[in-house]
Protein backbone atom coordinates (compact mmCIF):
# COMPACT_ATOMS: atom_id res chain seq x y z
CA UNK A 1 0.00 0.00 0.00
CA UNK A 2 1.32 3.16 -0.97
CA UNK A 3 0.45 6.78 0.78
CA UNK A 4 -0.09 10.07 -1.00
CA UNK A 5 2.55 12.18 0.69
CA UNK A 6 -0.52 14.88 0.81
CA UNK A 7 -3.11 15.24 2.70
CA UNK A 8 -6.78 14.66 1.27
CA UNK A 9 -6.63 17.29 -0.51
CA UNK A 10 -3.35 18.41 -1.59
CA UNK A 11 -2.68 21.35 1.06
CA UNK A 12 -4.23 20.65 4.44
CA UNK A 13 -2.84 18.13 6.35
CA UNK A 14 -3.81 16.24 9.87
CA UNK A 15 -1.92 17.89 12.62
CA UNK A 16 -1.80 17.88 16.69
CA UNK A 17 -0.54 20.86 18.39
CA UNK A 18 2.73 19.21 19.27
CA UNK A 19 3.63 18.97 15.70
CA UNK A 20 1.98 21.80 13.81
CA UNK A 21 1.61 25.68 14.39
CA UNK A 22 -1.98 25.44 13.15
CA UNK A 23 -4.13 22.91 12.12
CA UNK A 24 -3.45 24.20 8.32
CA UNK A 25 0.21 23.91 8.75
CA UNK A 26 2.27 21.27 6.62
CA UNK A 27 3.28 20.54 3.39
CA UNK A 28 3.59 17.47 1.08
CA UNK A 29 7.29 17.28 2.43
CA UNK A 30 7.13 18.08 5.99
CA UNK A 31 3.39 16.92 7.40
CA UNK A 32 2.05 13.50 6.56
CA UNK A 33 5.22 11.54 7.85
CA UNK A 34 5.03 13.48 11.09
CA UNK A 35 1.32 13.89 11.59
CA UNK A 36 0.78 10.12 10.70
CA UNK A 37 4.09 8.98 13.27
CA UNK A 38 2.34 11.02 15.63
CA UNK A 39 -1.30 8.99 14.92
CA UNK A 40 0.67 6.01 15.57
CA UNK A 41 2.27 6.89 18.62
CA UNK A 42 -0.83 8.13 20.02
CA UNK A 43 -3.30 5.63 19.07
CA UNK A 44 -0.99 2.25 19.56
CA UNK A 45 2.18 2.90 21.37
CA UNK A 46 0.32 4.81 23.94
CA UNK A 47 -2.36 1.90 24.70
CA UNK A 48 0.76 -0.87 24.60
CA UNK A 49 2.89 0.52 27.51
CA UNK A 50 4.23 3.49 25.57
CA UNK A 51 7.32 2.21 24.00
CA UNK A 52 8.28 0.91 20.77
CA UNK A 53 11.48 -0.91 19.30
CA UNK A 54 12.56 1.98 16.68
CA UNK A 55 13.05 -0.91 14.38
CA UNK A 56 9.15 -1.84 15.19
CA UNK A 57 8.21 2.06 14.60
CA UNK A 58 10.00 1.91 10.90
CA UNK A 59 8.06 -1.47 9.61
CA UNK A 60 4.51 0.03 11.16
CA UNK A 61 5.37 3.14 9.04
CA UNK A 62 6.76 1.25 6.12
CA UNK A 63 3.00 -0.57 5.95
CA UNK A 64 1.40 3.06 5.61
CA UNK A 65 3.97 3.77 2.96
CA UNK A 66 6.33 6.29 4.45
CA UNK A 67 10.57 5.12 4.13
CA UNK A 68 12.79 4.44 6.60
CA UNK A 69 14.58 7.92 5.87
CA UNK A 70 11.08 10.22 6.79
CA UNK A 71 10.36 8.02 9.74
CA UNK A 72 13.67 8.22 11.40
CA UNK A 73 13.36 12.23 10.36
CA UNK A 74 10.18 12.22 11.95
CA UNK A 75 11.16 10.05 15.53
CA UNK A 76 14.31 12.66 15.28
CA UNK A 77 11.85 16.06 15.22
CA UNK A 78 10.08 14.47 17.83
CA UNK A 79 12.77 14.17 20.23
CA UNK A 80 13.34 17.03 19.45
CA UNK A 81 10.18 18.23 20.17
CA UNK A 82 9.95 16.77 23.94
CA UNK A 83 7.62 13.85 22.58
CA UNK A 84 9.39 10.83 22.55
CA UNK A 85 12.81 9.80 24.58
CA UNK A 86 15.68 6.93 23.60
CA UNK A 87 15.44 3.70 26.05
CA UNK A 88 16.64 0.29 25.72
CA UNK A 89 14.63 -2.26 26.79
CA UNK A 90 15.40 -6.41 26.53
CA UNK A 91 18.85 -4.70 25.00
CA UNK A 92 16.44 -3.27 22.05
CA UNK A 93 16.93 0.28 21.40
CA UNK A 94 13.48 1.83 21.10
CA UNK A 95 12.00 4.91 22.04
CA UNK A 96 9.73 6.27 24.93
CA UNK A 97 6.48 9.05 25.03
CA UNK A 98 7.34 11.44 27.29
CA UNK A 99 4.76 12.79 29.98
CA UNK A 100 4.69 15.46 27.83
CA UNK A 101 3.75 13.24 24.61
CA UNK A 102 0.80 11.71 26.69
CA UNK A 103 -0.71 14.74 28.36
CA UNK A 104 -0.51 16.31 24.73
CA UNK A 105 -1.76 13.24 23.02
CA UNK A 106 -4.77 12.46 26.39
CA UNK A 107 -5.61 16.76 25.08
CA UNK A 108 -6.00 15.71 21.78
CA UNK A 109 -7.92 12.48 21.95
CA UNK A 110 -10.78 14.90 23.85
CA UNK A 111 -11.10 17.43 20.59
CA UNK A 112 -10.63 14.25 18.46
CA UNK A 113 -13.02 11.86 20.12
CA UNK A 114 -15.32 14.13 21.86
CA UNK A 115 -18.60 14.96 21.36
CA UNK A 116 -19.79 16.65 17.79
CA UNK A 117 -23.17 18.26 19.01
CA UNK A 118 -23.88 21.02 17.12
CA UNK A 119 -23.94 24.69 19.36
CA UNK A 120 -27.40 26.08 19.97
CA UNK A 121 -28.30 29.22 18.37
CA UNK A 122 -29.57 31.27 20.89
CA UNK A 123 -26.73 30.56 23.79
CA UNK A 124 -24.94 33.70 21.59
CA UNK A 125 -20.96 33.52 21.08
CA UNK A 126 -18.01 34.52 22.44
CA UNK A 127 -15.87 37.06 21.08
CA UNK A 128 -11.83 38.19 21.39
CA UNK A 129 -10.17 41.42 20.65
CA UNK A 130 -6.69 41.70 21.38
CA UNK A 131 -3.87 43.95 21.01
CA UNK A 132 -0.55 43.26 21.23
CA UNK A 133 2.31 45.87 21.19
CA UNK A 134 4.70 45.82 18.04
CA UNK A 135 7.73 45.19 20.14
CA UNK A 136 5.68 41.92 21.25
CA UNK A 137 4.52 40.82 17.76
CA UNK A 138 5.94 37.70 18.49
CA UNK A 139 2.94 36.79 21.00
CA UNK A 140 0.02 37.92 18.43
CA UNK A 141 1.55 34.85 16.56
CA UNK A 142 1.25 32.46 19.73
CA UNK A 143 -2.17 33.77 20.67
CA UNK A 144 -3.56 33.29 16.67
CA UNK A 145 -2.15 30.29 16.53
CA UNK A 146 -3.79 28.79 19.87
CA UNK A 147 -7.21 30.40 18.58
CA UNK A 148 -6.75 28.65 15.67
CA UNK A 149 -6.37 25.72 17.42
CA UNK A 150 -8.98 25.80 19.63
CA UNK A 151 -11.67 26.79 16.16
CA UNK A 152 -12.00 30.57 16.24
CA UNK A 153 -12.96 32.22 13.08
CA UNK A 154 -11.15 35.32 12.18
CA UNK A 155 -13.58 38.25 11.83
CA UNK A 156 -11.08 41.02 11.51
CA UNK A 157 -7.84 41.95 12.12
CA UNK A 158 -7.08 41.24 16.13
CA UNK A 159 -11.25 40.18 16.41
CA UNK A 160 -12.20 36.39 16.75
CA UNK A 161 -15.23 34.71 18.00
CA UNK A 162 -16.60 31.07 18.21
CA UNK A 163 -19.89 29.47 19.89
CA UNK A 164 -20.17 30.49 23.25
CA UNK A 165 -19.50 27.12 24.83
CA UNK A 166 -15.69 27.93 23.65
CA UNK A 167 -15.40 30.14 26.29
CA UNK A 168 -14.35 28.12 29.22
CA UNK A 169 -11.29 26.78 26.88
CA UNK A 170 -10.33 30.24 25.84
CA UNK A 171 -10.17 31.55 29.51
CA UNK A 172 -8.23 28.26 30.49
CA UNK A 173 -5.82 29.25 27.05
CA UNK A 174 -5.02 33.02 27.47
CA UNK A 175 -4.32 31.75 31.47
CA UNK A 176 -1.71 29.61 30.78
CA UNK A 177 0.18 31.62 28.33
CA UNK A 178 -0.03 34.37 30.31
CA UNK A 179 -1.66 37.05 28.07
CA UNK A 180 -4.92 38.17 30.13
CA UNK A 181 -3.31 41.87 29.48
CA UNK A 182 -3.63 41.78 26.09
CA UNK A 183 -7.07 40.42 25.80
CA UNK A 184 -10.67 41.26 25.74
CA UNK A 185 -13.79 38.73 26.56
CA UNK A 186 -17.29 39.56 25.68
CA UNK A 187 -20.43 37.21 25.90
CA UNK A 188 -22.48 38.29 23.04
CA UNK A 189 -25.79 37.95 20.42
CA UNK A 190 -25.89 38.97 16.97
CA UNK A 191 -27.81 42.15 16.38
CA UNK A 192 -27.14 43.26 12.94
CA UNK A 193 -26.72 44.13 10.22
CA UNK A 194 -25.15 41.73 7.69
CA UNK A 195 -26.73 38.51 7.41
CA UNK A 196 -25.10 36.09 10.04
CA UNK A 197 -24.60 33.38 7.97
CA UNK A 198 -22.66 35.19 5.44
CA UNK A 199 -20.51 36.93 8.65
CA UNK A 200 -20.06 33.15 10.05
CA UNK A 201 -18.85 31.92 6.53
CA UNK A 202 -15.98 34.68 6.37
CA UNK A 203 -14.70 34.00 9.45
CA UNK A 204 -14.52 30.20 8.59
CA UNK A 205 -14.47 30.10 5.20
CA UNK A 206 -17.46 27.20 4.69
CA UNK A 207 -16.86 26.69 1.29
CA UNK A 208 -13.59 25.01 1.91
CA UNK A 209 -14.39 23.20 4.63
CA UNK A 210 -17.52 21.57 3.53
CA UNK A 211 -14.95 20.86 0.35
CA UNK A 212 -13.03 19.26 2.75
CA UNK A 213 -15.73 17.37 4.16
CA UNK A 214 -16.99 15.80 1.31
CA UNK A 215 -13.74 14.89 0.03
CA UNK A 216 -13.30 12.88 3.29
CA UNK A 217 -16.65 10.98 2.73
CA UNK A 218 -15.75 10.42 -1.41
CA UNK A 219 -12.38 9.17 0.66
CA UNK A 220 -14.17 7.01 3.50
CA UNK A 221 -16.93 5.59 1.85
CA UNK A 222 -15.08 2.77 -0.13
CA UNK A 223 -13.67 2.40 3.15
CA UNK A 224 -16.56 1.60 5.09
CA UNK A 225 -17.77 -0.29 2.73
CA UNK A 226 -14.95 -2.48 2.34
CA UNK A 227 -15.18 -3.56 6.19
CA UNK A 228 -19.12 -4.27 6.00
CA UNK A 229 -18.33 -7.36 3.68
CA UNK A 230 -15.05 -8.31 5.77
CA UNK A 231 -14.28 -9.02 9.06
CA UNK A 232 -11.51 -6.50 10.08
CA UNK A 233 -7.92 -8.16 10.59
CA UNK A 234 -4.21 -7.50 9.59
CA UNK A 235 -2.43 -4.82 7.81
CA UNK A 236 -4.94 -3.59 6.53
CA UNK A 237 -7.23 -2.85 9.09
CA UNK A 238 -4.09 -0.87 10.83
CA UNK A 239 -3.84 1.12 7.69
CA UNK A 240 -7.01 2.14 6.87
CA UNK A 241 -7.86 3.11 10.84
CA UNK A 242 -4.45 4.93 10.95
CA UNK A 243 -5.08 6.80 7.48
CA UNK A 244 -8.70 7.32 7.95
CA UNK A 245 -7.65 9.16 11.57
CA UNK A 246 -4.57 10.75 9.98
CA UNK A 247 -7.40 12.48 7.64
CA UNK A 248 -10.32 13.13 10.52
CA UNK A 249 -8.07 15.16 13.26
CA UNK A 250 -7.90 18.27 11.43
CA UNK A 251 -11.40 18.69 11.56
CA UNK A 252 -12.31 18.76 14.96
CA UNK A 253 -9.83 21.77 15.17
CA UNK A 254 -10.87 23.75 12.26
CA UNK A 255 -14.62 23.56 13.03
CA UNK A 256 -16.30 23.92 16.56
CA UNK A 257 -19.39 22.45 15.79
CA UNK A 258 -21.26 25.69 14.34
CA UNK A 259 -25.05 26.02 14.66
CA UNK A 260 -26.95 24.18 11.95
CA UNK A 261 -29.07 26.92 11.19
CA UNK A 262 -26.11 28.81 10.06
CA UNK A 263 -24.31 25.53 7.54
CA UNK A 264 -25.63 24.50 4.42
CA UNK A 265 -28.42 22.36 3.68
CA UNK A 266 -25.86 19.48 2.23
CA UNK A 267 -23.11 20.34 4.96
CA UNK A 268 -20.76 16.96 4.36
CA UNK A 269 -19.83 17.06 8.09
CA UNK A 270 -22.59 15.48 9.59
CA UNK A 271 -21.80 12.38 7.19
CA UNK A 272 -17.95 12.44 7.67
CA UNK A 273 -18.05 12.34 11.57
CA UNK A 274 -21.11 9.41 11.21
CA UNK A 275 -18.55 7.66 9.24
CA UNK A 276 -15.01 8.45 11.20
CA UNK A 277 -16.94 6.93 14.64
CA UNK A 278 -18.13 3.96 12.72
CA UNK A 279 -14.67 2.99 11.37
CA UNK A 280 -13.45 3.60 14.52
CA UNK A 281 -15.49 1.27 16.54
CA UNK A 282 -14.90 -1.35 13.40
CA UNK A 283 -11.43 -0.91 13.23
CA UNK A 284 -9.93 0.30 16.14
CA UNK A 285 -9.58 -3.15 17.75
CA UNK A 286 -8.36 -5.23 14.85
CA UNK A 287 -5.63 -1.98 14.09
CA UNK A 288 -4.28 -2.76 17.41
CA UNK A 289 -4.19 -6.59 18.15
CA UNK A 290 -2.15 -6.42 14.68
CA UNK A 291 0.19 -3.67 16.08
CA UNK A 292 0.28 -5.38 19.23
CA UNK A 293 1.48 -8.13 17.06
CA UNK A 294 4.33 -6.37 15.36
CA UNK A 295 6.06 -5.07 17.58
CA UNK A 296 5.71 -7.87 20.53
CA UNK A 297 9.49 -8.25 21.71
CA UNK A 298 10.84 -12.11 21.74
Known amino acids: ?17 SMADTPRAGTADTGPPRMLIMDVCG ?9 FAIAKIVQLMQELGVD ?10 MRRKDLLVPERRNGVRGLRLTDHAL ?3 DASDQRIFGPRSPARLHDGWVLVSFSIPEEERSRRHVLRSRLSWLGFGNL ?16 KAVRELGYQRYVLLFEAHYAGFEELSSLVGQAWDLRELGTLYADFVAWCEPVAARWRAARPTGAQAFADYTLCLYHWRKF ?14 DWAGRRAADLFFDLRTSLEDAALDHVRRTCALG
Open 1 to 17: MAVDDTSIDGTWTGATP
Open 43 to 51: AYMRPLGGW
Open 68 to 77: EAATRSALQR
Open 103 to 105: MSL
Open 156 to 171: SNGLWMAPRRMMGELE
Open 252 to 265: PYLDPGLPPELLPR
